[in-house]
């Protein structure tokens, strides 16, 4: 009897990341490929845009600051150039609130749902006019991406919720794992490592969406990879 081989085909598609720095990166990159981990025959797999990194370290200044000048094309690198010449399917824009002022948004915490609006607005009108925004995803974390990663590590419900020095709920729950994250060494190799500690703790996409439950901006970014 003859036996037939059939060969699934995945298709591969690539998802541009503008974040913040580098462990921002490289946090979106996980949730995003584990959560989208073939989907429907499709693969997603990320890449970085900005900023870039050289022997583990990032290049340059970014922030909030370079964010906007990336996808508004004032860059000499940019969202306009890259993207195309990447082959980006989606580009997802990573940014915290908690200094959204600063960008010239109203941090209002009491209306969860209008600041996230207002922030993916002004997203939206920073970006260049020739690139197609209904490519972008939003990844805006209230109030900083630490805030995303409390449930990683913590299943107390309330700490989860938090979005007030969510970077020290964190180093608390793994300093018993003699790890620990400075807020100004992000790029260092022991921030590194704690990262990727955190970050292992929840690897299948069922997990990813319950951890973020807790985050509106988590949530909505799942939201919206969910219908890629």
Not at 123 to 151: G, N
Not at 167 to 173: A, K
Request: proline share 2%.
């Amino acid at each position: 009897m003859a036996h037939c081989l059939i060969i699934f085909k995945i298709m591969s598609k690539k998802i541009g990341v503008v974040s913040e720095g580098v462990s921002d990166y490289r946090t979106i990159k996980h949730i995003t490929e584990r959560f989208l981990k073939s989907k429907d025959g499709e693969e997603y797999f990320t890449i970085r845009l900005n900023p870039k990194e050289e022997h583990n370290k990032q290049v340059g200044f970014c922030g909030w600051q370079g964010v906007f000048n990336y996808i508004s094309g004032n860059d000499k690198n940019n969202l306009i150039v890259e993207a195309p010449k990447e082959e980006c399917e989606y580009v997802i824009v990573q940014i915290d609130t908690d200094v959204c002022e600063k960008y010239e948004v109203k941090r209002d915490l009491s209306n969860i749902k209008t600041l996230w609006n207002n922030v993916r607005e002004k997203i939206e009108k920073a970006v260049h006019p020739s690139f197609d925004k209904s490519k972008l995803i939003f990844a805006i974390c209230i109030e900083e991406l630490e805030c995303w990663l409390i449930p990683f590590v913590d299943n107390n419900s309330k700490r989860c919720m938090n979005m007030d020095r969510c970077l020290n709920i964190v180093n608390s729950d793994i300093h018993k794992e003699k790890f620990f994250i400075d807020k100004d060494g992000k790029n260092s190799l022991g921030a590194q490592r704690a990262y990727e500690y955190i970050l292992k703790q929840k690897k299948k996409p069922k997990e990813i969406v319950l951890c973020s439950e807790y985050n509106y901006g988590f949530k909505k970014f799942i939201e919206q990879l969910d219908k890629l």
